[in-house]
């Protein structure tokens, strides 16, 4: 009965101690065929630095069209578009700074 107990609360614990990339990013992510890093990819090629990726990937989120989206036609066409976020400013702010440290490039090169 107390190994039960221990296991339930090491997985509830690990359910809250994931942040906020991991939750609402990955999670909704893991299904699709192109994983965050080359979205990530695609997202510094077309908005070139950091201010400008977080600015155009938050206002995405937030007003989700297919004339705004740097995912293909054919991507689009077979996944759709999402579904406007329901995170908060703070919500997505994190969740893009931590998305920014972990596929940046920049200072990563030697």
Not at 23 to 45: A, D, G, I, W
Not at 79 to 91: N, P, R
């Amino acid at each position: 009965m107390v190994k039960h107990i221990i296991l339930s609360l090491v997985l509830i614990s690990g359910l809250f101690a994931q942040d906020a990339y991991e939750r609402n990013c990955v999670e909704c992510h893991k299904e699709l065929p192109t994983s965050l890093q080359r979205m990530f990819m695609r997202y510094l090629l077309v908005y070139g630095g950091e201010q400008n990726v977080k600015a155009g990937l938050k206002h995405y989120l937030k007003y989700p069209l297919k004339e705004i989206s740097v995912m293909s036609d054919l991507f689009i066409d077979s996944y759709g578009i999402k579904k406007k976020t329901t995170l908060s400013d703070s919500e997505i702010d994190e969740a893009l700074d931590i998305y920014w440290d972990k596929f940046k490039v920049f200072n990563k090169l030697k």
